[in-house]
């Protein structure tokens, strides 16, 4: 079975505070991405990885950076946290990017900024 | 723009019965659709998934339909169980070579017993 994990399930913050949500994947998976999940907005795209060192914004990628050094390491950082980061963050993996590849999802992380 | 919509934000059923739950997609051009479960807490998880080849394919208890003529994707659990109680989201794959995913907003099921 392919496992997503993400580094903490609940997180508190303080506003402008540097935040790291790591996430790693153990199926030697090409893409990774990362998302923010908001009641009456749906899963929305922060930034996504092809490859170890390459990244790609989604659709929401202010006030967020990312860093894949290792193939199974994806790493959202929140340089100076705002209260309206505010979100449970979900990372994901796929085997490739090919248009047919499920996307597999971590628990989540529920962070909190203050 | 593109867009994935769920028709109802919450269904309720009683347990037994079988559910269905709609999706309208607007990408005409989109090849791949998948639907995944969601639990309170957890993160979502993959269902069915179904390719625009085909217009019907079946799981345990669940059949994914697809009708490209009306850009409409619908999931159907047979006899519900409780267990089944969670957020349902359909997403579309608009394009063929990057894996990005569009999600809908998500259907809440909730199972009566």
């Known amino acids: 079975d392919v496992k997503v994990t993400q580094s903490s399930r609940y997180l508190v913050k303080r506003t402008g505070e540097k935040v790291f949500l790591e996430c790693v994947q153990d199926m030697d998976h090409e893409n990774m991405f990362w998302y923010r999940q908001d009641p009456g907005l749906g899963l929305r795209l922060i930034y996504f990885?092809?490859?170890?060192?390459?990244?790609e914004k989604g659709d929401i990628p202010e006030g967020y950076s990312v860093s894949r050094e290792k193939k199974e390491r994806f790493s959202l950082i929140l340089e100076s946290a705002s209260t309206n980061q505010t979100s449970m963050y979900l990372c994901?993996?796929?085997?490739?990017?090919?248009?047919?590849?499920?996307?597999?999802f971590g628990p989540g992380t529920r962070l909190t900024v203050l | 723009g593109e867009s994935v919509g769920l028709h109802l934000p919450t269904l309720s059923v009683q347990e037994g019965d079988n559910s269905i739950i709609n999706c309208a997609y607007s990408?005409?051009?989109?090849?791949?659709f998948i639907w995944y479960k969601q639990e309170s807490g957890k993160g979502p998880q993959f269902i069915i998934d179904?390719?625009?080849?085909?217009d019907k394919r079946q799981g345990q208890r669940v059949t994914v339909l697809l009708n490209k003529t009306v850009k409409h994707l619908s999931l159907q659990i047979a006899a519900t169980q409780p267990g089944d109680s969670a957020v349902y989201f359909c997403?579309?794959?608009?394009?063929?070579?990057?894996?990005?995913?569009?999600f809908g907003q998500g259907t809440t099921l909730q199972v009566k017993p």
């Open positions: 997403a579309e794959n608009p394009t063929s070579n990057t894996g990005k995913l569009i």
């Open positions: 179904i390719r625009s080849n085909m």
């Open positions: 990408n005409s051009a989109s090849d791949y």
């Open positions: 994901a993996s796929s085997p490739s990017g090919k248009g047919t590849d499920t996307q597999y």
């Open positions: 990885s092809y490859d170890v060192k390459m990244k």
